[in-house]
T-cell receptor, first 109, second 113 residues
């Protein structure tokens, strides 16, 4: 079983739609959690951290459920520029960060 | 400041040849990761180095793959007897102790013909 599991998609949504990505992780001792974004032919970059109480950054909302070992990312009012691959990341311990395979999103006009 | 540097940026090699891919992490970063991404596929974990600890090699797909990290800094990923299925973008990332972010290099695009 992979450390971090994500639905690979692709998700194809119209502009303005709300879309949610889910992620599960296997190591219950994992300490911190993140979402990264990867544009086509580019390297992944940090999008946002995920806090236990949930957190928002503009149109993006991240949630963590430690009991279920589940992380989510919600994007509201999707823009064309949101088209990318979204990677779930888990910091297991001792700064050992493991990346999910990613979920591909395409926002269409 | 300097980010993670990978070389070469592109490599075309003949099937059966050995290749070496290099990663220069950000200075002072103790953790170093190798991932690969095949065309249209997701990110696949290969190996993780943390300081002087034994590396986690659990993601290496076969014994043709090996990696070293010398002096806790530069890392080399070696693929022996390359196969066409090894064609992918090989990404290296590094992070510092207690960090909340891993920084990636721009990758090495390997094509085995």
């Amino acid at each position: 079983r992979k450390e971090v599991e994500q639905d690979p998609g692709p998700f194809n949504v119209p502009e303005g739609a709300t879309v949610a990505f889910n992620c599960t992780y296997s190591n219950s001792a994992s300490q911190s959690f993140f979402w990264y974004r990867q544009d086509c032919r580019k390297e992944p970059k940090l999008l946002m951290s995920v806090y236990s109480s949930g957190n928002e950054d503009g149109r993006f909302t991240a949630q963590l459920n430690r009991a279920s070992q589940y992380i989510s990312l919600l994007i509201r009012d999707s823009k064309l520029s949101d088209s990318a691959t979204y990677l779930c990341v888990v910091n297991r311990y001792n700064n050992d960060m493991r990346f999910g395979a990613g979920t591909r999103l395409t926002v269409k006009p | 400041g300097a980010g993670v540097s990978q070389s070469p940026s592109n490599k075309v090699t003949e099937k059966g040849k050995d290749v070496e891919l290099r990663c220069d992490p950000i200075s002072g970063h103790t953790a170093l990761y190798w991932y690969r991404q095949s065309l249209g596929q997701g990110l696949e974990f290969l190996i993780y180095f943390q300081g002087n600890s034994a590396p986690d090699k659990s993601g290496l797909p076969s014994d043709r793959f090996s990696a070293e990290r010398t002096g806790g800094s530069v890392s080399t990923l070696t693929i022996q007897r390359t196969q066409q299925e090894d064609s992918a973008v090989y990404l290296c990332a590094s992070s510092s102790q207690g960090a909340t972010e891993a920084f990636f290099g721009q990758g090495t695009r390997l094509t085995v013909v």
